[in-house]
């Protein structure tokens, strides 16, 4: 029985049959005050309902900040609500067009049911919001209310700023500082010039049209509203594609959602389809065209429906405009093409301890399109498995999260589930591991250090003899400059590549953390040691201010020792298989720019975009490539999850990562969506892709056979090339796959005369020449794939 309280529960008079008929929105939509008055609610917010009528306002939607407050997660968010344990929370499935039955309890970081929702509240909260909560009965019917128009403002800090007019963002980009809100318009230039840390809406006659990072172009007929810190989550949780934006002479700016908000994304999604598909004919792409075309037909006979129904049943016209939004949304996916081949990386630390978790979770990479999981296999100073090394070592043998764990045939042992279940859906595995970086203040010291208290790092300014965490980042660190260390770490990377499948290396925290004088690294009284006995000087004596040249050479000697430990572990993976990838992840700053130091030693590079624009992760992209030689596989890091981004700009930072690389990294699947991952695996990710990385030369076989397809199925048909040149350059195709398979070393001098026959083709106006291009682009892959096995993979 619940507790009365005055919350307690009237009896439940509504019926089931009256509870389905009311027509109110679901948890996205809105309602309108009539549909409120039928449900004796007058709401002024999204309002839960209880099937009683007792009822509590929403404090905030998919926010991990759920203290003193409801918080409503969708599927939108994650699969996970990823709240701290303690809190209070109840899964809620869907059974109507805003209702919701009750399903269980829980107490933090929560499943979210595909089309369910979950409600929550910290572990702190108000005792009205923990009351309305607990008093909720399993298999309760629970109903969402929403205002029909959502209005929110916020004074902006400057309209198209100075460094005078504006002296808190004059050392900024844009001249955008710290949590501030800005607009910009015309009168400003052609774009923002804001960096990629922040959030921008583009406005245009009225209406948001553009969703995304910094640097937006400025439109001649709107402005752009530009956020960094708490502005940009302001910014960010309160716009939609169609949402209507207006600045006072104030600078008061004010964001309102309503049903004709919702009507223009519609209308946006279906245009932007529409444009797809035209341009996926024009340039003679390899797409699904009837699927595209055929949810292009219903979103636009769905949005025909709501425009017939929006006088007569305006709760009903607006859900059936969602459901075009989604069906247009699905056309644009179909409308892009899917390489045959290229890396589709996820980053992901385990947490499952069953294998019926382990199968969920990969059948969802699956189902997104993955073909290679990049598996956190050591963290907090514990292995993922059951390690006979750590245990040789002294050493607890498997983090205690699995130790009482239970996957069927692999018995205890996670990183033997995931690599065998892994290949069974097509994704191979490549071990993530924490490197040196071995725990985190709050979860106490180390294993190592309690046995090894001597292999700590240590800050110059850490004068108590004991392993403590760094001074910044409250973790603890191996000290990577002791040969007992170093071995130590061999150890444990020669157990993971000799006794599982993993393909390859993901090397993170190979370095000593980058610090000023006081917080610099390396002062552990072994290295310490090791220093004196080479050149006769203690280096905590040494000081930049009084001693430069002798400084300069103690980091040096440093970095000298960092890059002999990813040198030994190069020489120790090649050894064991030439095929074995070591790939490194430079963090923008220090580390990306010490990354040529690796040069010789690791075969791939995956520098992270932190950004959310073509431009911004093309820059860090180009950047990056300009420290590594030619040949180096390189693959682009995204956060498009991690930053909980929409179904559409996930897929966009896809497309935008992919291009001038070979592939894709996402950090992180513990943060992806069911929208997303259906997205991705109707759009770039629907074909299965071969990962060059792994297999080039099988990857560069596929290309080539995929490019006499192309020939066959759509140029020749549709008139991008003559028939009989176009049988000539699919039998040039067919003679590269040949000689790949005899002799790869051959493949350049053969790669650059087929080239020249595109280019004359080109020339001869007897091929398309935007055809040409994208067959240059291609025969340019395949060489540098083939070019990458020759160097890297040598047997």
Not at 414 to 432: I, P
Not at 563 to 569: A, G, I, M, R, S
């Amino acid at each position: 029985m619940k507790r009365r309280t005055k919350y307690a529960k009237k009896r439940k008079a509504l019926s089931s049959s009256i509870l389905a008929s009311t027509l109110v929105l679901s948890s996205l939509g809105m309602v309108s005050n009539a549909s409120a008055q039928e449900n004796s609610i007058s709401v002024d917010v999204l309002t839960v309902k209880d099937q009683s009528g007792d009822h509590m306002t929403v404090g905030g939607i998919n926010q991990l900040a759920n203290e003193n407050k409801l918080v409503l997660f969708d599927d939108t968010f994650s699969y996970y609500t990823e709240t701290k344990k303690g809190s209070k929370e109840i899964i809620l499935d869907k059974t109507g067009l805003n209702t919701y039955r009750v399903q269980k309890y829980t107490d933090g970081d929560s499943p979210i049911p595909l089309n369910g929702i979950v409600l929550s509240t910290g572990a702190k909260t108000t005792a009205e919001v923990e009351t309305f909560l607990m008093q909720l009965e399993t298999g309760e019917t629970v109903t969402l209310l929403e205002p029909v128009e959502k209005k929110e403002e916020i004074l902006a800090n400057a309209i198209n700023p100075t460094a005078e007019s504006n002296p808190a963002g004059a050392p900024f980009d844009g001249f955008r500082g710290p949590d501030q809100l800005i607009v910009y318009n015309r009168s400003f230039g052609e774009t923002t010039k804001t960096n990629a840390y922040g959030y921008e809406i583009t406005v245009e006659d009225g209406f948001v049209t553009k969703l995304g990072g910094g640097g937006s172009k400025i439109p001649d007929n709107g402005f752009v509203v530009s956020g960094h810190g708490i502005a940009a989550k302001w910014l960010s949780s309160h716009s939609i594609i169609g949402a209507k934006v207006t600045v006072d002479g104030n600078g008061t700016v004010r964001i309102i959602q309503d049903v004709d908000s919702f009507a223009f994304q519609s209308e946006q999604a279906i245009h932007q389809a529409r444009t797809s598909i035209e341009k996926a004919k024009a340039n003679y792409l390899d797409v699904s065209l009837e699927q595209a075309e055929n949810s292009i037909y219903k979103a636009e006979l769905r949005l025909s429906e709501a425009e017939a129904l929006k006088e007569k049943d305006p709760f009903l016209a607006l859900d059936v405009t969602r459901q075009a939004t989604q069906l247009a949304y699905d056309a644009y996916y179909y409308s892009m093409p899917s390489n045959v081949a290229e890396q589709r990386a996820i980053w992901y630390r385990p947490e499952e301890t069953t294998l019926e978790g382990v199968k969920q979770v990969l059948d969802r990479m699956e189902e997104a399109g993955f073909n290679s999981v990049y598996l956190e296999t050591t963290f907090h100073g514990y292995t993922i498995y059951p390690s006979k090394i750590m245990e040789q070592y002294g050493l607890p043998a498997q983090h205690p999260r699995f130790e009482n764990s239970e996957y069927g045939p692999y018995g205890k042992d996670l990183l033997d589930a995931y690599v065998k279940e892994g290949k069974k859906r097509g994704l191979t595995v490549q071990a993530w591991t924490d490197g040196f970086m071995v725990g985190e203040s709050s979860l106490g010291t180390p294993p190592q250090f309690k046995v090894y208290p001597e292999w700590a790092a240590t800050q110059r300014q850490n004068t108590t003899g004991k392993p403590v965490p760094d001074s910044s980042s409250k973790y603890y660190w191996l000290d990577i400059a002791q040969p007992d260390v170093q071995k130590f770490m061999l150890d444990i990377y020669k157990e993971m590549q000799m006794n599982y499948g993993i393909k390859g290396l993901n090397i993170d925290y190979m370095r000593y953390p980058h610090h000023d004088f006081e917080k610099s690294y390396g002062f552990s009284s072994k290295t310490r040691t090791l220093y004196k006995e080479e050149t006769g000087i203690d280096p905590y004596t040494l000081n930049p201010s009084t001693n430069p040249e002798e400084w300069e050479k103690w980091t040096t000697w440093l970095r000298v020792k960092e890059n002999e430990f990813v040198e030994k572990l190069h020489d120790q993976s090649k050894e064991i298989n030439q095929k074995f990838m070591m790939t490194a992840t430079p963090e923008p700053g220090p580390e990306a720019v010490l990354i040529s130091d690796w040069k010789d030693d690791i075969d791939g590079v995956i520098p992270q975009a932190y950004g959310h624009d073509f431009n911004s992760i093309q820059k860090t992209v180009q950047d990056s490539k300009k420290l590594m030689p030619d040949g180096t596989m390189y693959y682009t890091g995204i956060y498009s999850f991690y930053h909980h981004l929409s179904e559409m700009a996930s897929v966009n930072d896809v497309i935008s990562a992919k291009h001038g690389t070979s592939g894709v990294n996402m950090f992180a699947f513990g943060q992806a969506s069911a929208p997303s991952v259906d997205a991705l695996g109707k759009g770039p990710w629907r074909e299965k892709a071969v990962n060059p990385g792994e297999e080039p030369i099988k990857a560069a076989h596929v290309v080539l056979k995929e490019m006499e397809t192309q020939i066959s199925k759509i140029y020749i048909e549709q008139g991008a090339i003559y028939k009989r040149e176009g049988k000539d350059l699919k039998q040039s195709f067919n003679e590269l796959n040949k000689i790949l398979k005899r002799n790869p070393t051959q493949m350049e001098k053969e790669i650059n005369s087929v080239l020249q026959e595109v280019d004359n083709l080109i020339e001869k106006n007897r091929l398309e020449s935007i055809v040409g291009v994208r067959m240059k682009e291609q025969l340019a892959e395949v060489k540098g794939w083939v070019d990458y096995s020759l160097n890297h993979q040598k047997k």
